[in-house]
């Protein structure tokens, strides 16, 4: 007699386990947080152009990070158990890489006078040490409960 293995409820379980982790992107430390943001969105009083990098590099890696997730759901399918974890992490390297990407290129250039304080740095969002917008970008893994619980103390 033949025997049919029901596999439904590992894989159930290894797929939940894939939204079990939250890959996150971005400025951790306040003070880089701070002058990232500034950057994004452009000075109050209109004297730094707003120069946004995160949800331009973010949208860049769109499609490697689909590739990334369903390359999990695939090892899963296929028997591979506790994978969240490690496809979180690679969905964090991608779209950090991404947002650096998106540094690089980033539009318009620094003024001179800017220039001149960045002891001769000329790239936009790019500066003498430390440079912290550069420096501070980081990527890191938590659970939805932490991401959500983080959003609603601001971060902190």
Same mark, same amino acid.
């Given at each position: 007699? +033949? ?8 894989? *159930? &379980?290894?797929?939940?386990?894939? =939204? /079990?982790? !939250? @890959? ?42 689909? +590739? ?8 899963? *399918? &296929?028997?591979?158990?506790?994978? =969240? /974890?490690? !496809? @979180? ?8 890489q991404a947002v650096r990407d998106a540094i690089d290129a980033v539009q318009p250039p620094n003024a001179p ?18 440079? +912290? ?24």
């Amino acid at each position: 007699m +033949r025997e049919v293995k029901n596999e439904w409820k590992r894989i *159930l &379980r290894d797929i939940d386990d894939l =939204g /079990r982790h !939250v @890959a996150r992107v971005g400025w951790m430390d306040p003070d880089s947080a701070t002058i990232a943001y500034i950057n994004d969105r452009g000075s109050a009083d209109g004297r730094l152009p707003a120069r946004p990098v995160l949800s331009p590099g973010t949208d860049a890696a769109r499609a490697d990070v689909l +590739r990334v997730q369903a390359t999990g759901l695939r090892q899963v *399918l &296929r028997g591979a158990s506790n994978v =969240g /974890r490690a !496809v @979180a992490e690679e969905v964090g390297a991608i779209a950090e890489q991404a947002v650096r990407d998106a540094i690089d290129a980033v539009q318009p250039p620094n003024a001179p006078s800017t220039v001149a304080r960045k002891h001769g740095y000329a790239a936009p969002l790019r500066g003498f040490s430390p440079d +912290r917008i550069w420096q501070g970008l980081t990527h890191d893994v938590v659970s939805p409960a932490e991401a959500a619980a983080e959003d609603e103390d601001g971060g902190d």
